[in-house]
């Protein structure tokens, strides 16, 4: 029978943590851009290479680094010839499991030292990351006459209404 209490005891300390019961170490971020298909790079705060490819696409990211009280830092590139590059930064904070959950199911220990250790206690955000790259003119000289050969998806909406078709 005090095996049993001892059990329920160790067992109740070991999942005190609020975030660390409801939450998950990862989270998946969808990464998108306009114009699709462009190269996406993620580095994150120790400058690792996380992933690397194509809009669009689905990541899972760590919350934490592994350190107590250490979320994670992303720096996400994303880059398609003949536009300008763009970089969102995905940070962690503090989720409302964390902040409020530990009152009713985790106390101190599920507040300073389970969900600390276990990186459930962060949200990544934003949750969804949308590139908006934009076109960069290929003939920086307004007077100079020339012909630009580019995709029709890489042609911005409000100039396609201006295309003349060749035949």
Same mark, same amino acid.
């Given at each position: 029978?005090?095996?049993i209490?001892?059990?329920?005891?160790t067992?109740?300390?070991?999942?005190? &943590?609020?975030a660390? =019961?409801?939450?998950? #170490?990862n !989270? %998946?971020?969808? =990464?998108?851009?306009?114009?699709?298909?462009?190269?996406?790079?993620?580095?994150?705060? #120790?400058?690792?290479?996380? @992933? *690397?490819? #194509?809009?669009?696409?689905?990541?899972?990211?760590?919350?934490?680094?592994?350190?107590? @009280?250490?979320?994670?830092?992303?720096?996400?590139? =994303?880059?398609?010839a003949?536009?300008?590059? !763009?970089? =969102?930064?995905?940070? *962690?904070?503090?989720?409302?499991?964390?902040?409020?959950?530990n @009152?009713? @199911?985790?106390?101190?220990? &599920?507040? %300073?030292?389970?969900?600390?250790?276990?990186? /459930?206690?962060?949200?990544? *955000?934003?949750?969804?990351?949308?590139? !908006? %790259? /934009?076109?960069?003119? /290929?003939?920086?000289?307004e007077?100079?006459?020339?012909?630009?050969?580019?995709?029709?998806?890489?042609?911005?909406?409000?100039?396609r209404? &201006?295309?003349?078709? %060749?035949?």
């Open positions: 029978m005090k095996s209490k001892a059990v329920i005891v067992s109740a300390l070991i999942l005190a &943590g609020c660390t =019961i409801v939450g998950d #170490r !989270q %998946l971020i969808p =990464i998108s851009s306009t114009p699709e298909k462009a190269d996406v790079t993620i580095i994150d705060e #120790r400058g690792n290479t996380v @992933f *690397s490819g #194509r809009t669009p696409t689905t990541v899972t990211l760590q919350k934490s680094d592994g350190s107590y @009280f250490g979320g994670k830092t992303y720096s996400v590139q =994303i880059q398609k003949g536009y300008s590059s !763009q970089t =969102i930064t995905v940070t *962690s904070s503090p989720n409302g499991w964390y902040l409020a959950g @009152f009713v @199911f985790g106390g101190l220990l &599920g507040w %300073l030292v389970i969900d600390p250790l276990t990186g /459930a206690m962060y949200n990544l *955000s934003p949750e969804n990351v949308n590139g !908006q %790259l /934009a076109g960069q003119n /290929a003939n920086n000289d007077s100079a006459n020339g012909i630009s050969v580019v995709l029709l998806e890489d042609v911005p909406a409000p100039l209404e &201006g295309l003349v078709a %060749l035949h």
